[in-house]
Nanobody, 119 residues
Framework: QVQLVESGGGLVQAGGSLRLSCAGS????????MGWYRQAPGKLRELVAT???????KSGDSVKGRFTISRDYAPDRVYLRMTNVNSEDTGVYYC?????????????WGKGAQVTVSS
């Protein structure tokens, strides 16, 4: 059974830095895509950043230049380095993974890690 477990969330001051980690398990082969989404109170879930197995990265406009995504393989890990955070970065950060096989295309989600930016 595939599981994604986030760690590293918490309280951070505006202008500060934080690093999130996500450990994937239960997948025989590396995930095709791993990344992060977030959801602020009263808002829809939005893309933070994803990275595929070839190293290509997609990121949301609001985090470009401030957040950096990276990953390890075997075992699958994905990281998010957050710098120069502000109040709009507050929310629940969800680890995401996508696995594509010859017969299926599946998305997986972690339970989320709370990030709160204080002014």
């Amino acid at each position: 059974q595939v599981q994604l477990v986030e760690s590293g969330g918490g309280l951070v001051q505006a202008g500060g830095s934080l690093r999130l980690s996500c450990a994937g398990s239960g997948n025989r082969f590396s995930f095709n895509v791993m990344g992060w989404y977030r959801q602020a109170p009263g808002k829809l879930r939005e893309l933070v950043a994803t990275i595929n197995s070839g190293g290509s990265i997609k990121s949301g406009d609001s985090v470009k230049g401030r957040f950096t995504i990276s990953r390890d393989y075997a075992p699958d890990r994905v990281y998010l380095r957050m710098t120069n955070v502000n109040s709009e970065d507050t929310g629940v950060y969800y680890c995401y993974a996508r696995r594509i096989t010859s017969y299926s295309d599946s998305d997986y989600w972690g339970k989320g890690a709370q990030v709160t930016v204080s002014s």
